[in-house]
């Protein structure tokens, strides 16, 4: 009899050291919005405009790069605000404004209504805030506010989407017997 409740607990003991390896191997990191920046299509890009330039400008940089937004910027280069496609289509289109008559100052988002993340933030925190302001783009700042980075809606889906595969992967090695949750590989 006490060898069989030594079995149990030995077995208990296994159990719980696969279960506590197998939860801090798929749990281990929280996918940030430099996670996301990593997966960005505005990676590559110039992402930043000059508030001065005319909308129709903007509008070719949409075009040529297939993106939806641009940060503004003043002649130092800080960020003043944010144009996107749909401030094209509501502030100008819309309202029978020429683009190439129309500077980007004129229709940007800006000041107290430009929405930023953190480069820390978790990319629910991101998807959250994006969700609650009816926006698809935030710039990602630092602690200084300058701008790190810009993602997009599209930047987070590929980033949980990414991080629910390596998810998978690790469950279905355990599930296997795989990647020494075993003692063995």
Do not use: W
Not at 2 to 30: E, G, H, I
Not at 130 to 148: C, E, Q, Y
Not at 174 to 180: I, P, S, T, V
Request: hydrophobic fraction near 40%.
């Amino acid at each position: 009899m006490l060898s069989r409740f030594s079995s149990l607990a030995a077995t208990r003991r296994v159990m719980t050291s696969t279960t506590t390896r197998l939860m801090s191997a798929t749990v281990a990191d929280v996918s940030t919005a430099d996670d996301a920046l990593e997966l960005s299509g505005y990676k590559e890009i110039n992402f930043k405009i000059d508030e001065d330039a005319m909308v129709y400008d903007a509008v070719q940089r949409f075009a040529a790069n297939n993106i939806g937004c641009l940060v503004t910027t003043d002649k130092a280069g800080n960020m003043t605000g944010i144009i996107s496609e749909r401030d094209y289509i509501c502030k100008v289109a819309l309202l029978g404004r020429t683009s190439k008559e129309t500077p980007i100052r004129e229709i940007s988002t800006r000041g107290a209504n430009i929405i930023t993340a953190k480069g820390n933030e978790t990319v629910e925190t991101c998807m959250e805030k994006m969700m609650t302001k009816g926006i698809r783009h935030l710039p990602v700042v630092d602690d200084a506010g300058s701008v790190t980075g810009l993602i997009s809606i599209k930047d987070l889906v590929k980033t949980v989407v990414s991080e629910k595969e390596k998810t998978i992967k690790v469950l279905s090695d355990f599930a296997l017997g795989k990647g020494g949750h075993f003692g063995s590989e």
